[in-house]
T-cell receptor, first 115, second 112 residues
Framework: DVKVTQSSRYLVKRTGEKVFLECVQD?????MFWYRQDPGLGLRLIYF???????EKGDIPEGYSVSREKKERFSLILESASTNQTSMYLC??????????????FGDGTRLSIL | SQQGEEDPQALSIQEGENATMNCSYK?????LQWYRQNSGRGLVHLIL?????REKHSGRLRVTLDTSKKSSSLLITASRAADTASYFC????????????FGTGTQLKVEL
C-alpha cells in the first residue's frame, strides 16, 4: 500500500514564525503536491513538484514556498505565518505518466493553527 | 471559480438506500476521479474514469461520465453507516500535467 506520511497531525504556531510542514512518500513517485483545505472552498493547490529540485506554483502560492531535495520528501514552508494561513494542509503524491490517468495518494493532513 | 462543483452539498439518507452525488466541470478533461474523506483525515481515491469511458463500477460504486454535458455522477448502492464521509470529484485537465482540480465536496450522512 502507498504510504504518505505528514510529520504532524496538529500544529500550533505564532504569527510571524517560519513554519515547516514535511511530507514523505514511499512509492518512489515523481509527483508531489501540497494543498490546503478550507470549509466551503474544497482543496486548493499551493505548489507541486515533478521531480527533485523542481517546483511549480499552484493556484494559491502566495505566502508559501517549497523544497524538494530528495525524491521522497516534499516540504512546505510558511515564510512568515499569518492567521489567514490557519487551515488543514494535505500532501499528496502520484506517478508521473505522459498520458496522465493517475490517482493521487494523500497523507492524513496537518491541521495548522496560527495564533 | 471551481472546476468541479458537486451537488448536493449535503445528503442525508437511511442505511440501505442509494446515494447519488453529481459533479459538473467546465473544461476538457483527461479523466475524472472521485475521492472520499473521513472527518479529519486525508482523501482516499475511490475510482477513476477516463474521458473516453461512460460508466465504471467498483464494488458498490458506480460512476458515470457525460463529456457532452461536462458532468459525472457517483452512485453508492445499499449504503452503510460506514459510508458517512465527504466525497469529492477531481478533474485531470487536458494539458494539466497530472494536476487535479477538486470540487467543494458532498457531505454524505448515512443514518441507522
Amino acid at each position: 500500500d502507498v504510504k504518505v506520511t505528514q510529520s504532524s497531525r496538529y500544529l500550533v504556531k505564532r504569527t510571524g514564525e517560519k513554519v515547516f510542514l514535511e511530507c514523505v512518500q514511499d512509492m518512489d513517485h515523481e509527483n508531489m503536491f501540497w494543498y490546503r483545505q478550507d470549509p466551503g472552498l474544497g482543496l486548493r493547490l499551493i505548489y507541486f513538484s515533478y521531480d527533485v529540485k523542481m517546483k511549480e506554483k499552484g493556484d494559491i502560492p502566495e505566502g508559501y514556498s517549497v523544497s524538494r531535495e530528495k525524491k521522497e520528501r516534499f516540504s512546505l514552508i510558511l515564510e512568515s505565518a499569518s492567521t489567514n494561513q490557519t487551515s488543514m494542509y494535505l500532501c499528496a503524491e502520484g506517478a508521473r505518466r505522459a498520458n496522465s490517468n493517475q490517482p493521487q495518494h494523500f497523507g492524513d493532513g496537518t491541521r495548522l493553527s496560527i495564533l | 471559480s471551481q472546476q468541479g462543483e458537486e451537488d448536493p452539498q449535503a445528503l442525508s439518507i437511511q442505511e440501505g438506500e442509494n446515494a447519488t452525488m453529481n459533479c459538473s466541470y467546465k473544461t476538457s478533461i483527461n479523466n475524472l476521479q472521485w475521492y472520499r474523506q473521513n472527518s479529519g483525515r486525508g482523501l482516499v481515491h475511490l475510482i477513476l474514469i477516463r474521458s473516453n469511458e461512460r460508466e465504471k463500477h467498483s464494488g458498490r460504486l458506480r460512476v458515470t461520465l457525460d463529456t457532452s454535458k461536462k458532468s459525472s455522477s457517483l452512485l453508492i448502492t445499499a449504503s452503510r453507516a460506514a459510508d458517512t464521509a465527504s466525497y469529492f470529484c477531481a478533474t485531470d485537465l487536458t494539458g494539466g500535467g497530472n494536476k487535479l482540480t477538486f470540487g467543494t465536496g458532498t457531505q454524505l450522512k448515512v443514518e441507522l
